[in-house]
């Protein structure tokens, strides 16, 4: 299915278009020439068409082949002169857009229009808006109409943004009039996933429906919010209604784009009934908080003042990793080092990562105030590193598996519930794209009910007998499914939560753990699963996962590169036969070390600190993870099967 | 269908032969390597072509890399070589030993990749590009003085360069640090994939900066024709393409 945005290289258009291509649609962009669309390129199945909604013609080609329009095209300037340009663009547009859809036999058109439409006083934007929303109304097409208060979010160049801006860089904070007026805004992914939603969706058509954030609040004490997340104490200075408007007039006169609009200004001001009953019935609308918007405005803008204050324990392969990313992320500062060896001390100082080394855990914590650590040693050592942060109320990283044994793995869960910490566990293929979209497809049911799957995870690394804590039950805790085999454990629990059963079989040609590892799962919902996991394969020189799932309707190969799927009959946005999805037709993140996740990863647990978001594993599941290796171990030395409790 | 560059990595020894005899005898003359000695000697055999090499070499120190990381295989590498190795590389290694035995890695690397360039210098590679987990590692760390040790290296005739997965932050560091790299070797492919900042971004900098930039891609033979279309008109020096089915 092809769908036409127009205004596509805009705040809401590029959250749109990406927001399309990751579910699977075809996009052809609309945008002008002088369009900057570095944000909307680059994606999979999406196409640029340079048109102007001023031209009809160019809106004909534009709507040729195309099932949906979206249309967010407008023209938002206040200026008196731009007066007719607003009209041309907005109502004149419509006009043009309704006459190419309805040539082409477009039937679908979702409008965003705006609730600058429902004021009273009106500038150019909701005057014009209004008016063409009665065009789409009139138009005889399958219409709905969005009616977003202001949209804010991550990227935006809106009131919103500017409004940050100015809290942060002038020394008081100025109000315009009392304050007392409430705002709603709209975070800029609850549109985009909005206007997703109904594009199939038939209870919406020739409807007309508010959008707005989850929560109402009081200009001043939005601002109030801002001043006390970003730990100032800025004074709040109230300037009269009259003196603001005369002043936006006056830039408005001087300035191309203002940094506020008569249009914003009115908006303020003027309250408007929000009714979000209708869209949560019709579609399930359910927006984030506020506060959580703020939050990740906040941290786009790397506005936090303070940076979150780190430790690094452990300081091998994985802890040079992770010191790296602390030390590249913005809103970091690595303060303290800590590892057994004090070899690695000067290859860490020689690669840049600079903070006071220690030896002893004990100095290392006492050493300075922490806001978290990145663990990063072999699991027998966890959970003793672990206790000692809890007893300080440090968050952490740790690095998978959680802990050498059960036992211990469900001593840190209930220290990091008791002192209420923020954790986050290594399970880096959550952050993977492609097991994100093999997540997608799996839970929107494309395969029908899921069958049985089969899955296994290779790697050429023991052929012979080998020495050192990795190969020691004492210190590594298990061998092959612990170190290896626990990523694809984790990713059967992301997929298909706990299995009723397991019964397994180990094998140990070269070391005192497991170099070969078997296991059959069976689920409570009929699911039944295979296991094979082994480090002494041929031909593997990294780590290789591969999970075949089978349902009713069809399979689905999940590989690290791609995934295969081959349904009977076509659901979603899958056609019946193959569809080979690619990684590098995938997002991917802004920046990377180490491979694929790590980045976001550690980003994410980053993030979590500043209380945005909550981090995809926490030691919960890795706790899950660990109770599904033990079964397996358990399984094969009591040779039976195993009933999870 | 002919690749016009093939990066040489990723497979089985034996695939990774049947691949290079394959593509020559279609006609490819630019091979991108890492330091394997069957493949050097498999292409020394050749006619005609041209070599570009990656250091220091990952993927055959893969089960070290797993154990200790790659600055640890690093160490580990260059602790085994002995003295008279060491000589081969250069006298001024010797006088570095007190550096090398206190693992400081700035002093490592140049050594790491005079090891490999031992065998690689018997085809005279072009270019020599350092491996992207160092570049990257190098500017997540703002590590200016280890990008500028490995660009001072002396190989030959072989110009020296960069590889990396964040094209834009290279561009950035290069800048900043005041350092100039002959060539980058970075993705670059048709939907935009891993071509940070952006896929406009890097098309850019081919365009207006005045250097030599390379691309690699990883591929399938149906992505093939796509990929080689989009690749032949940005303005690469050259395309290495590493078919993944």
């Not at chain 1, 979702?110 to 808006?129: A, D, H, M, P």
Request: net charge positive; charged share 25%; with cysteine.
């Amino acid at each position: 299915m092809k769908i036409l945005v127009t205004g596509a290289s805009g705040f809401i258009g590029s959250n749109l278009v990406s927001l399309l291509s990751e579910k699977g649609y075809s996009v052809r962009c609309f945008v002008r020439k002088s369009s900057k669309i570095d944000l909307i390129s680059g994606y999979k199945n999406v196409e640029i068409f340079y048109g102007d909604m001023k031209n009809e013609s160019s809106l004909f080609e534009a709507t040729k082949d195309i099932a949906v329009v979206i249309h967010l095209a407008a023209s938002t300037s206040e200026k008196a002169s731009a007066k007719s340009e607003s009209h041309e663009v907005n109502v004149q547009g419509a006009k043009h857009l309704v006459k190419a859809c309805q040539k082409n036999k477009v039937n679908r058109l979702i409008v965003v229009s705006s609730q600058s439409t429902k004021r009273k006083r009106q500038g150019n934007y909701g005057l014009t808006k209004k008016l063409a929303d009665e065009v789409f109304k009139n138009s005889g097409l399958d219409w709905t109409i969005f009616k977003p208060s202001l949209v804010y979010g991550p990227g935006s160049k809106g009131l919103f943004t500017k409004i940050l801006k100015l809290i942060k860089s002038l020394p008081v904070i100025f109000i315009i009039g009392s304050g007392k007026y409430k705002l709603q805004p709209t975070y800029v992914n609850d549109l985009a996933v909005a206007l997703v939603s109904i594009i199939d969706n038939k209870k919406t058509i020739e409807k007309t429906y508010d959008l707005a954030g989850k929560d109402q609040v009081q200009f001043k004490e939005l601002i109030k919010q801002i001043n006390q997340e970003l730990q100032m104490e800025k004074k709040l200075v109230h300037v009269p209604f009259w003196l603001c408007y005369l002043g936006v007039k006056f830039l408005s006169l001087l300035t191309k784009n203002p940094p506020i609009t008569i249009d914003n200004l009115l908006g303020l001001i003027q309250e408007t009934e929000i009714d979000l009953n209708p869209a949560i019935t019709d579609f399930d609308y359910s927006p984030i908080s506020l506060q959580q918007g703020i939050k990740q405005m906040l941290w786009d803008l790397s506005f936090y003042p303070d940076k979150k204050r780190i430790g690094i324990i452990g300081l091998g392969k994985m802890g040079l990793l992770h010191a790296s990313i602390v030390n590249y992320l913005p809103n970091t500062q690595i303060v303290a080092l800590f590892d057994v060896s004090s070899k690695v001390k000067n290859y860490i100082y020689s690669m840049n990562i600079k903070a006071p080394f220690f030896n002893d855990v004990d100095k290392f914590l006492e050493s300075t105030e922490m806001d978290a650590v990145f663990i990063s040693v072999p699991p027998a050592f966890t959970w003793s590193i672990i206790e000692k942060c809890a007893k300080r109320n440090i968050n952490f990283f740790v690095e998978k598996p959680l802990a050498s044994s059960l036992e211990y793995a469900q001593k840190i869960v209930d220290v990091t519930d008791e002192k209420n910490l923020i954790t986050s566990v290594g399970y880096m293929y959550s952050y993977k794209e492609i097991i994100l979209k093999a997540k997608e497809i799996i839970d929107s049911n494309i395969l029908g009910k899921v069958i049985a799957f089969e899955a296994t995870a290779y790697i050429t690394q023991v052929l012979s007998p080998k020495k050192g804590w990795r190969y020691q039950k004492s210190t590594a805790g298990g061998g092959c499914m612990s170190l290896h085999g626990t990523h694809l454990l984790y990713l059967l629990y992301f997929f298909f939560g706990l299995p009723n059963k397991i019964l397994s079989r180990l094998f140990y040609p070269y070391s005192e753990v497991e170099d070969k590892a078997f296991a059959k799962l069976l689920y409570g919902s009929g699911i039944k699963g295979k296991i094979k996991v082994s480090w002494s394969e041929e031909g593997f020189p990294k780590l290789t996962n591969k999970i075949k799932i089978i349902g009713e309707n069809g399979t689905l190969i999940i590989n690290e590169e791609d995934l295969i799927l081959n349904i009977d009959t076509k659901k979603g946005p899958y056609n019946d036969g193959q569809t080979v999805i690619a990684r590098d037709e995938l997002h991917f993140a802004s920046f990377e070390l180490g491979g694929e996740g790590y980045f976001t990863q550690d980003q994410d647990f980053i993030k979590s600190l500043f209380k945005q978001n909550p981090v995809k594993v926490n030691v919960e599941d890795a706790y899950n993870v660990q109770k599904l290796l033990q079964c397996i171990y358990d399984s094969f030395e009591q040779k039976k099967e195993i009933t999870l409790k | 269908m002919n690749v016009p560059g093939l990066l040489i990595g990723g497979q089985e020894k034996k695939e990774k032969l049947d691949n290079i005899d394959l593509s020559y005898e279609k006609g490819t003359k630019d091979f991108l390597i890492y330091n394997d000695s069957d493949i050097i000697k498999k292409l020394s055999s050749f006619k005609n072509i041209e070599s570009y090499a990656i250091v220091p070499d990952v993927s055959s120190y893969v089960r070290d890399m797993t154990k200790h990381g790659m600055v640890g295989m690093g160490i580990r590498k260059i602790k085994s070589l002995g003295l008279f190795n060491l000589l081969r590389i250069s006298l001024s290694a010797i006088t570095k030993i007190r550096k090398i035995l206190k693992q400081d890695f700035k002093v490592l690397l140049p050594i790491l990749v005079k090891v490999d360039y031992l065998e690689l210098k018997k085809l005279k590679p072009n270019h020599v590009f350092l491996h992207y987990q160092m570049t990257d590692l190098a500017l997540a760390n703002d590590n200016k003085e280890l990008i500028s040790k490995f660009l001072s290296l002396n190989l030959g005739s072989a110009k020296l360069g960069l590889m990396t997965q964040n094209l834009s932050l290279l561009e950035e560091k290069l800048e900043k640090w005041g350092l100039n790299a002959a060539s980058i070797l970075a993705p670059f492919n048709y939907n935009g994939f891993a071509m940070r900042n952006s896929k406009e971004e890097c098309e850019k900098m081919v365009k207006t900066k005045n250097k030599n930039y390379f691309s690699f891609t990883f591929t399938s033979n149906a992505n093939l024709a796509n990929e080689l279309n989009y690749l032949q008109n940005i303005g690469l020096k050259r395309n290495f393409i590493l078919i993944k089915d």
